[in-house]
């Protein structure tokens, strides 16, 4: 049986947390699922149970399939769901990772904070991508008792882990997590300063100043292995407005000279759009 093909969150992170556009959790792309689990209908507590008892190929299957029904929102027609899932995260640390990832993103689109402590325990998971979805699953909660143990991701040692943690605190928006995000400012990884400063500039901190303009220099952007043109652009532009409204007049000589020399039009035009707001 085909697994599911999908881009790993390592390279999609830059589209849900470089760019806080909402938390993306489900993989970017088509999926083709082969066997019974794709040509049968199910309901909830089949997906359920196969989790429970199947074999581990159709447990992970089952879990992804059960994290897709509830993005169509059938969790409604099951009401406390949530007591039944997190049993099952509790007991899968030693199954298939993708399984444990999978209920992760259960316990997020459900949305209730009694999963907030299994969640943080998820934090622990020696798979930098199981602490990864455990991040993402938190930042939908947006449960502000989570934001002290989120903090201290930031010094997790895989930078995705860290990357992700700086998103989530912006998405909780708790002022708890600021002293965090002012020292992911200073992360030598530039796509994590990018992170903790887009953060900051939701609790409209001048302290994400610097970084902004950082990320308003196409040069930096050469810094990121394998980073697209067209996330290169959206980095720019996501940067541009609320550094006009942090910076004030003093951004406006940057942003007049990404106006009038920048390669893309369509930096530009945002350049220009940015300025109209800069006193």
Do not use: C
Not at 104 to 109: A, K, Q
Not at 184 to 195: K, T
Not at 200 to 220: C, G, Q, Y
């Amino acid at each position: 049986m085909t697994d599911i093909p999908r881009e790993s969150p390592r390279s999609i992170l830059y589209q849900f947390v470089i760019f806080p556009l909402g938390i993306v959790v489900v993989a970017v792309g088509i999926f083709f699922l082969f066997g019974k689990l794709a040509t049968e209908q199910h309901t909830i507590p089949d997906y359920l149970n196969t989790i429970r008892s199947g074999s581990s190929h159709e447990r992970w299957q089952a879990a992804y399939q059960l994290s897709k029904s509830l993005k169509r929102g059938e969790a409604a027609q099951y009401p406390n769901l949530e007591p039944q899932v997190e049993a099952i995260y509790l007991q899968s640390k030693t199954d298939d990772p993708r399984i444990r990832r999978y209920l992760s993103m259960v316990l997020g689109t459900l949305g209730d904070r009694r999963a907030t402590p299994p969640l943080l325990d998820g934090l622990n998971d020696r798979e930098p991508d199981n602490r990864i979805y455990a991040l993402l699953a938190l930042g939908e909660l947006k449960d502000p008792d989570s934001v002290p143990r989120i903090d201290l991701m930031g010094v997790d040692e895989d930078k995705d882990v860290r990357k992700t943690a700086y998103f989530v605190l912006g998405e909780i928006g708790d002022k708890r997590g600021l002293i965090a995000l002012d020292h992911g400012l200073a992360d030598d990884v530039p796509e994590v300063r990018w992170n903790a400063a887009m953060s900051l500039t939701r609790f409209n901190d001048r302290r994400a100043i610097p970084v902004l303009r950082e990320m308003l220099d196409r040069s930096r952007f050469n810094e990121v292995r394998d980073m697209r043109e067209d996330q290169k652009e959206d980095a720019m532009i996501m940067a541009m407005a609320p550094y006009a409204r942090l910076a004030g007049a003093d951004a406006r000589p940057d942003l007049q000279r990404i106006a009038a020399v920048d390669s893309s039009l369509r930096v530009r035009a945002e350049a220009k759009s940015a300025l109209q707001s800069v006193p």
